[in-house]
């Protein structure tokens, strides 16, 4: 165990304060760049020197990024007994295992599965059509979201059918029927993780007092996130008088359009009057030119708490903003940032950051035009590949037999003689007798009724499906069950007669050997046999959480970093680029048009303080959008920046010949550089 002294080692007055707060409600108000992971990581420390067991601890993060990064430094710092001891993770993991512990009061089973954000859109497009909800207007992925808008509001489909706006009564009516099949289907989906542990504890105060005794001391990172679901998970296992500790920026707050909500930290104290607000606000990451224009941009800002970052890195160089012709010219501009760059520092430690996805097509155009080296953070994820959706409703066919939608996927993957005609056979006695469609299949008079092939095609996939569950009811070995299971299935070879040309079935086949190394290594995470439930659960998770953060190779690749300003967040670059500065793109258009150009200046803020050393800003005069060229004038946010420390340029200018001054500095940079390698 570390003691007192050691906690508080190198640590400001600023941060030893919540350090040394151990009881109560206490909001810490942690600028960009200030620390807060470590004094997090210190102030558990600090509540294990004084007597707190590691079991009562309570720590919750919004990815599981940041809860791996917490375990490792908690590992570090307290050892591994007694970081495994605490519960550390995200909402949907906390929530999982509350309800895992509880689902049969819920009228679910202890082995509900979760569904897949794929499973999700195709059971609201199959209710959709079922209730004649097609054609113009009508979008499975707007009524999606606007059920988890409504869920995370803890919000009824009789309340979501009250309210103004588009379409809400057939909404509603949707949101009814995907709930109830759901619950059919033992199958929860990630806002039904929370909204039902807020209906487990509403109804069972005895199962939250439990809860409460076994958690006395609760801390939640990344506060600005929450959203009402989430504040309600809190305030119920604080209760009156509970020690919390909630973290956060209001300056960073950027996921409203998912529900987020900002008033949990603006107005923390009306849930906790007697709370204590300490704010963190010297910054060890930027110069002080940086932190002086993301001050003076955010202070436009009417609805926030007041803080202002400042640091002892000396003020650093200018602001400079690059004004370009068009989209190519500003995709060219920054590749030879790029190439002028990696002379002295190689191609890592650049990051180009963007407001909206489709700019990205361009800057890759114009990076892979120059050769330079890049990776796109965040884009398609290995698990959106149609072949990896296969294999994973192939596993959830055999652990949720119930889980119809899965089923139909596979049903005819790969090709295997049961067509449109024996699937609608099967919904129609769906409809007769609502029971799970492997049921259903399985009835030797559902059988006789279906065409030969089709039939004897379907019972040997359940006797595969028997089988393997089977062979999966013992834990361990997950890779290579998984891949006999395949091999039975003929899926590998399968691929080659669903995919053309060859190469993409090969490119295919390689993602699926892929993911058999994915089930291995979670099994080696996890240090003893693991079960096909705790895979796919583990993997649902991640998907909730991790849709917008980065992989854990990002840092390490020596290479441009592409990636949008949401999933930038938390992380820190030598140089920036923020492109697209420019009106309708940063602020965007359709925010403004919804009344949210606070959150965009907040999202312009979180990109400005990536930049430890260097930032440019650069827009287009003229750019492409839906096939139309548009003139674009510079953003207003520009304006909102100390004119003094920013310096206008275009992209000729931007490298003309350096000062002798400044070539002599650069040279001993490089010799510095140079000799410290060698060393």
Not at 225 to 240: F, P, R, S, Y
Request: net charge neutral; proline share 3%.
């Amino acid at each position: 165990e570390m003691n007192q002294e050691e906690i508080l080692r190198g640590m400001n007055p600023q941060q030893r304060e919540p350090i040394q707060t151990l009881e109560g409600a206490l909001l810490l108000l942690a600028g960009a760049g200030t620390g807060k992971t470590t004094v997090i990581v210190r102030r558990i420390a600090n509540l294990l020197l004084h007597g707190n067991a590691p079991e009562s601890i309570l720590a919750v993060t919004f990815t599981n990024k940041s809860a791996r990064e917490m375990k490792e430094r908690l590992r570090k710092m307290n050892g591994e007994e007694n970081a495994s001891r605490m519960t550390i993770g995200t909402f949907h993991a906390f929530c999982c295992r509350v309800l895992r512990e509880n689902a049969p009061r819920l009228g679910y089973s202890r082995n509900f599965s979760l569904a897949t954000t794929s499973y999700q859109e195709g059971l609201v497009k199959e209710l959709m059509t079922a209730a004649g909800q097609v054609g113009e207007g009508y979008d499975a992925d707007a009524w999606l979201h606007q059920i988890s808008i409504s869920k995370s509001r803890l919000e009824s489909p009789d309340e979501l059918a009250e309210r103004e706006g588009f379409r809400m009564a057939e909404k509603a009516e949707i949101y009814a029927a995907y709930q109830k099949r759901l619950q059919q289907m033992d199958l929860m989906d990630f806002d039904d993780l929370l909204c039902l542990t807020v209906k487990l504890w509403s109804e069972n105060p005895r199962v939250l007092e439990s809860y409460r005794s076994r958690y006395r001391q609760l801390l939640i990172d990344e506060y600005q996130d929450t959203n009402l679901v989430q504040l309600k998970i809190m305030l119920m296992l604080a209760g009156e008088n509970g020690n919390i500790t909630v973290v956060g920026d209001d300056d960073q707050s950027i996921y409203g359009w998912r529900g987020a909500s900002l008033s949990n930290i603006t107005e923390f104290e009306s849930y906790f009057p007697k709370a204590k607000v300490i704010r963190l606000e010297q910054n060890y990451r930027s110069t002080g030119n940086i932190l002086t224009a993301a001050n003076s941009l955010i202070a436009h800002n009417k609805v926030r708490r007041e803080k202002n970052l400042w640091s002892e890195h000396g003020q650093g160089d200018l602001l400079k903003v690059v004004e370009c012709d068009d989209a190519d010219k500003e995709a060219e501009f920054i590749a030879n940032y790029a190439l002028d760059r990696h002379l002295t520092q190689g191609w890592g430690g650049l990051a180009v950051l963007f407001r909206s996805n489709f700019q990205a097509r361009s800057l890759e155009q114009g990076l892979r035009k120059k050769r330079v080296p890049y990776v796109l953070v965040g884009a398609n994820s290995f698990y959106q590949n149609k072949e990896i959706l296969d294999a994973i409703s192939f596993l959830y066919c055999l652990v949720n037999p119930k889980a119809d939608l899965h089923f139909l996927r596979i049903l005819n993957v790969p090709p295997r003689g049961i067509g449109d005609t024996t699937v609608a056979s099967l919904r129609d006695f769906r409809e007769s007798c609502h029971l799970p469609l492997q049921e259903i299949a399985s009835d030797k008079d559902v059988l006789d009724k279906l065409p030969a092939s089709a039939a004897s095609s379907l019972s040997s996939l359940l006797q595969i499906f028997d089988k393997y569950r089977r062979e999966f009811s013992t834990p361990g070995d997950l890779a290579d069950k998984c891949r006999r299971y395949f091999e039975a299935l003929d899926y590998l070879n399968g691929l080659g007669r669903m995919y053309k040309p060859r190469e993409d079935a090969l490119r295919r086949r390689d993602n699926v050997l892929e993911f058999f190394n994915a089930l291995a290594d979670f099994e080696q995470d996890s240090h003893n046999p693991s079960t096909l439930e705790a895979f796919l659960e583990n993997m649902a998770l991640q998907d909730a959480n991790d849709r917008f953060s980065k992989d854990k190779k990002t840092q390490e690749n020596d290479a441009v970093m592409l990636m949008t300003i949401h999933a930038s967040k938390g992380l820190e670059f030598p140089d920036v680029i923020i492109a697209g500065v420019e009106k309708d793109l940063l602020p965007n258009q359709r925010a403004i048009e919804e009344g949210s150009l606070e959150e965009e200046r907040r999202l312009f803020y979180v990109a400005i303080t990536r930049a430890r050393e260097r930032l440019a800003l650069t827009y287009a005069d003229k750019r492409m959008v839906r096939g139309n060229l548009h003139r674009k004038i510079a953003s207003e946010f520009l304006d909102e920046l100390p004119q003094d420390i920013v310096k206008y340029l275009k992209p000729s200018q931007f490298f003309a010949k350096l000062s002798p001054e400044e070539v002599t500095r650069q040279m001993q940079e490089k010799l510095k550089a140079f000799l410290k390698k060698d060393t």
